[in-house]
Nanobody, 123 residues
Framework: QVQLVESGGGLVQTGGSLRLSCAASGRTFSRDAMGWFRQAPEKDREFVAAIIWRSGFTTYADSVKGRFTISRDNAKNTVYLQMNTLKPRDTAVYYC????????????????WGQGTQVTVSS
């Protein structure tokens, strides 16, 4: 089994920055891609970004493009989400997930999830 451990969430003012980390562990960990999603209260889970592990190719939701950057560290089996120029609408619980199969921006295409970390952006 793969375990995903997230860290880095917190409270930040509008215009500030945070970096989220997601460390993957497991004896058989090997996935083609990893993703970040977020979910605000009473809202559906929303795609944020994804990265192809081997090539480093990245893709982003339009709402975060130009502000957020997803990256990975092969040696540490860790995925990062650098979030700059944060806005109140970015407030949500952020989840990392391991891709299984299907459309890259659908939550159902991922079969292993972290516990989530709260990001709150104050005005």
């Amino acid at each position: 089994q793969v375990q995903l451990v997230e860290s880095g969430g917190g409270l930040v003012q509008t215009g500030g920055s945070l970096r989220l980390s997601c460390a993957a562990s497991g004896r058989t960990f090997s996935r083609d891609a990893m993703g970040w999603f977020r979910q605000a209260p009473e809202k559906d889970r929303e795609f944020v970004a994804a990265i192809i592990w081997r090539s480093g190719f990245t893709t982003y939701a339009d709402s975060v493009k130009g502000r957020f950057t997803i990256s990975r560290d092969n040696a540490k089996n860790t995925v990062y989400l650098q979030m700059n120029t944060l806005k109140p609408r970015d407030t949500a619980v952020y989840y990392c997930a391991a891709y299984k199969s299907g459309i890259y921006n659908y939550p159902s295409s991922y079969d292993n999830w972290g516990q989530g970390t709260q990001v709150t952006v104050s005005s």
